[in-house]
C-alpha cells in the first residue's frame, strides 16, 4: 500500500435570499446564503469528500444522510471534524489541502485568511497547509448568474512513518 494517497471533493448549492452565507466555516456578509440541509457551507463540504474519498471512506452523504434530523442545520465545521476523526482512526494523517471556490459575487478574498485558519484548526493540519483560492466564472453558467456556488478540494493523507519499519 502507498504510504499516501490523494482524494477530490466537490460540491454545490443553490443560493436563497435572506438564509445565512457560510463558507469555509466563516459567515459571509452577504444578501444571500447556501441552502441546503445542514449549513451548506459547500467548502467545507468538499473537503470532507477529499478527505473520505483519499481514505478510502465513501462520501459525506453516506456519513451524513440530508434526511437525517440529526444533521438539520448543523455547523460543518462540526461534520469537518467527524470526517477527520474518521481518517485519523483509520490511521491516516492530513498533509495539505488545496480548494477553490467558483462564485460570482460577493469578493470573499478578505475571508480568505480566516477560512484557512478555521480549516487549519478543525483538521489539525498545522499552519501553511490549507489553500483556498476563489474564482468567478465570468457570467457563466449558474455560478455566473449568481444562482448558486461550487467548491472543488483535494486532500492528500499519509500514514506516518513506524520507529520500526525497516528502510
Known amino acids: 500500500m502507498f504510504p499516501f494517497r490523494i482524494g477530490m471533493g466537490y ?3 443553490r443560493l436563497a435570499e435572506g438564509i445565512p452565507f457560510m463558507l469555509g466555516g466563516v ?3 452577504h444578501t444571500h446564503g447556501s441552502a ?3 449549513d451548506a457551507d459547500v ?3 468538499a473537503i470532507c469528500d477529499a478527505l473520505l ?3 478510502g471512506l465513501r462520501d459525506i452523504g453516506f456519513h451524513f444522510p440530508d434526511n437525517s434530523d440529526e444533521f438539520k442545520g448543523i455547523d460543518s465545521k462540526i461534520l469537518l471534524k467527524r470526517v477527520v476523526d474518521l481518517v485519523t482512526q483509520n490511521g491516516w494523517k492530513i ?3 488545496d480548494c477553490t471556490i467558483a462564485l460570482q459575487r460577493p469578493k470573499i478574498s478578505g475571508y480568505i485568511p480566516l477560512m484557512q ?4 484548526s478543525v483538521t489539525g493540519s498545522g499552519a501553511g497547509s490549507i489553500s483556498v483560492k476563489a474564482t468567478t466564472t465570468e457570467r457563466l453558467g449558474f455560478t455566473g448568474r449568481e444562482e448558486g456556488v461550487a467548491a472543488w478540494a483535494v ?3 499519509y500514514r506516518p512513518e513506524k520507529a520500526d519499519d525497516p528502510k
Open 11 to 13: 460540491d454545490v448549492h
Open 117 to 120: 485558519e478555521k480549516i487549519e
Open 43 to 45: 467548502l467545507l463540504h
Open 95 to 97: 498533509g495539505n489541502i
Open 36 to 38: 441546503g440541509h445542514s
Open 53 to 55: 474519498g483519499a481514505a
Open 155 to 157: 486532500a492528500i493523507i
Open 27 to 29: 459567515k459571509i456578509d
